[in-house]
């Protein structure tokens, strides 16, 4: 039964490229460019009659495609930017490489793109409606929105990963550099030993991570607690904060070491017969060469922190809660699209933020001259 | 520079402000809109009152061993706990949750009831605070069951007259009862014959029919965003979630009374809190519980009160202004064909029965 209509499109996808291909080679009008104004008005038409005014949009965006399409082949467009030399079979593939690696895109990218539309559903399910398939407004609102924006405990996760995540970074970053940097002198012994130890929370199933951490924090926290004194807040959250750190370390390391690797150990030397002391030499001359690998460490160790939900679960209370507990949560007790509109924000954020670091990135290479810019 | 100066004044304003809010306890329950009525009908009147704030955690459906491997580490966070009447007696046989004097801890009806007589039966364990009364039910898509919509709960084996996928509940509870019921087996002689390993492989031969037809859910979301979907043809779930998918969401979804299984859910607190703590999670439970609030909660919720005296108060929805008695799982009309889970039962019986049923699944 549902074979039926998938045979008809095909069908009729048949009957009309026989037609087209008919008329192109047959009639002097069609076999100039005017198949391209044309084709989408006809396409455009067969979808108001036959589906709905929608339809005319998709279907002058058809028209528009196959119009180019059969044009291109036609004229021999496909090889009018290649070099004259190559064979038919280089050709196809040529175009089969990129048909490839655009549908590798669409796989990685798919995913992201359908929750965005969904995010703006009316309902309060996963669901395409009919509104939303025919574009009726209707199907759409900002309901899910407003409740994130509204609703105190997205408000409170919210707030609780923009301050756990940045000043976790901050300590894998400094923890980080500075153990990366201490294992590249050489005279320090059982190197590779001591990389395996720190490295380590990235490899051991997080799962295990965090039962020890919970176990390991949770009698920090009552030392921090009975014996100190401090605010069971406060402890939740340095909890939080030191084991995210801990996560994040090993991004930096790896990151940072890999720059090092780079980095023209004379100078160092050059700084001291200069006579920068140690840490003038760090900050002055090492920390900018290094920096490229810092920052993408503390990135990797941001969004390791901003998206991590099994640890904070184990070592958090509900006052901790952060963004991808309360979103774990919402998916298993409700499956509400409020999740696909934080998902759509935060999508956005990454987006910006990937953008910013690149532009300062280039902005200072090109201040250093290092590119043309 | 400046910019991660701003950064650190921010998060240290924020942690400070955090540590300004005096006064909050932490309080576990399921989520959704069920966590929805207890902020609307307990948490907001509550807060309003005293002052204190209160945090949501939505763990319920890890409660027991959330609070084992609280006790295992000495470090409680939790100060309420909202569990069904069956990992309220198992934490209550472990020590986890605490001992409650109903009579003396929970408050007199309005007409000087006592609170044991109020709640009558529901009250199940020395440790259990009754809250609502729910029951596991089914739901259909109106516009897959043809022309003879489904009077029966034993529809959920008829592949026949009704083909397609229906979601399940991914555990013993619920199925096993079902199975045995639409087996032929009287109301009366299912537990009994749950408790023998012959009366087990009978239920699972039955589930064994429609093994192939079925989904088998994990959260009491997950039936409705299935029927929403059209993905199956019916599909278990709580009465409340039908509810609000029928009513609240207009879904081309109704809803089986028949064969539904009853359930209670209700509050514990934990052992080992420290007096204050314990002190503040009882003023609470006493408030959270009396007869307003309790027939408050199901003006948010189609869930029943399990005290007598609330039933009589039980109201118009708060939102669309419907009556609200005819969707209480408890009102005469629904109950022609119910049962009660036995919770002893259960209590007894869950972890042997579960690890059987999952052992089938797996096959």
Redesign the interface.
Known sequence: MGFEPKRLWLLSFAIVSVFLAYLMTSNEYFSSKNIRRTLPVLFAIFGIVFLGPVSAFFGGLFGWFFGWFFYWIYEGGYRAKLHPYLTSGQVLWYYSFRVICGMVFVFLIAPILVVMPLSFNAQDFFTFTPEMLRLDPAGYSLKHYQDFFNNSDWQRSFWNSLIIAPIATIISVSLGTLAAIGLSQSHVPAKRAIMAILISPMIVPLIISAMGMFFFYSTLGNFMENTLGLDKNLVGYVKVILAHAVLGIPFVIITVTATLVGFDKSLTRAAANMGAGPLKTFFKVQMPLIMPGVISGGLFAFITSFDEVVVVMFIGSASQKTLPWQMFIGLREQISPTILAVATILVGISVLLLMTLELLRRRSERLRGLSPG | MKF?KT?FAT?AL??FA??ALAE?M?I?S????YSKSQLKAYHEPYTANTGVTI?????A?TAVPKLR?MK????L??DVVDVEAGPAMQLCDEGLAMEIDHDFMLADAPDGTLASNDFGDFIVSDCFIPQIVYSYTVGYRNDMVGSTPPTSICAIFDTETYPGKRSLKKGALSNMEWALLCDGVAKADIYPMLETAAGQDQALAKLDTIKDDVIWWS????T??LL??GEVVMGSTFNGRLFALIEE?NQPVSMLWDGQIYDLDGWIIPTGLSPERQARALHYVRFATDTQRLADQSRWISYGPTRASSALLVDKHAELGIDMAPHMPTDPANSTNTFLMNYAFWADYKDDIESKFQAWLAK
Request: charged share 15%.
């Open positions: 991660t950064v998060a924020s942690l955090g540590l909050e932490t576990v399921w989520g959704g809109a945090i949501n955690d939505e763990s459906g491997a295992e580490a000495g470090n966070t939790w959260a009491g979301a997950d409705p965003q929403a979907d969401q």
